[in-house]
């Protein structure tokens, strides 16, 4: 029996990157997944339903709908997000508005439509995708960091909120993750392999995240093996974090 049988989840941002990476291994081990997308092409076992977290009738029906296919949520997975460069005086209040609407209120919009779900099974668990941005000070991601601090106050409010519902809510805070959207802002570099081997070595393992790392603790984090874990942020970012290592010589 594998550890997900029986179980149902829903990924949003679900048809490429990180959110791929989850869905797919989610499936693997024996859950029904669906994935909430703008352009939900996915391959079977998945299923796409077309979604726009940043629209509070879209991801209702999305989510509703997804509940009929699946018979029920037990997983959400607030994987979708965008992002956004510059310091504080480079975005105007319309990207601070866009950005915020999608990373922080399209989880709230998605986890309010699958809470009635959620609060019917007997293994329910949230994971919001962070981002190291919301616990180490990155150049040129004030924004952007400042959505990814709130996922995190989210995460530990919806925690306490619902834990005597019997729903557990973490979250990752994933470093610089080899992804396509990090492959779109990487194109767009004046040297884009300089780039990239300056993100890379930031991180203290000397390379980008995969998003089939991320996937795996994402995974755990919903998992029943997880089943004593709530209000917890679990860093995948090769070591920025909690690492200060010399040099090398």
């Not at 004593?228 to 974090?241: C, I, K, P, R």
């Amino acid at each position: 029996m594998s550890e997900f049988d029986g179980l149902t989840a829903i990924v949003t941002g679900g048809a490429s990157g990180i959110g791929l990476a989850t869905a797919s291994l989610l499936a693997s081990r024996g859950a029904r997944v669906a994935c909430l997308d703008l352009n939900p092409k996915v391959e079977p076992p998945l299923i796409g339903i077309l979604a726009d977290v940043a629209d509070d009738h879209s991801i209702r029906a999305a989510v509703l709908s997804a509940a009929d296919t699946l018979g029920g949520i037990d997983l959400v997975i607030n994987n979708a997000g965008i992002g956004a460069q510059g310091t504080v005086e480079d975005n105007d209040d319309a990207e601070w508005a866009r950005v915020f609407d999608v990373n922080v209120q399209g989880m709230v919009r998605t986890t309010r439509a699958a809470l009635p779900y959620l609060r019917r099974s007997s293994h329910a668990a949230i994971v919001n995708v962070s981002s190291i941005a919301a616990t180490a000070g990155l150049p040129q991601r004030a924004l952007y960091s400042a959505t990814k601090g709130a996922v995190l106050s989210l995460t530990l409010a919806l925690a306490a909120d619902h834990l005597h519902e019997g729903i557990r809510v973490n979250c990752v805070n994933p470093g610089t993750a080899d992804t396509p959207w990090v492959g779109r802002l990487l194109a767009k570099a004046a040297d884009p392999a300089a780039e990239r081997a300056a993100l890379e070595a930031r991180q203290p393992t000397g390379r980008l995240v995969s998003a089939d790392e991320v996937a795996a603790a994402i995974a755990y984090l919903a998992g029943p093996l997880a089943a004593a874990t709530t209000g917890t942020s679990l860093a995948v970012d090769g070591g920025m974090q909690g690492l200060r290592l010399r040099p090398r010589t």
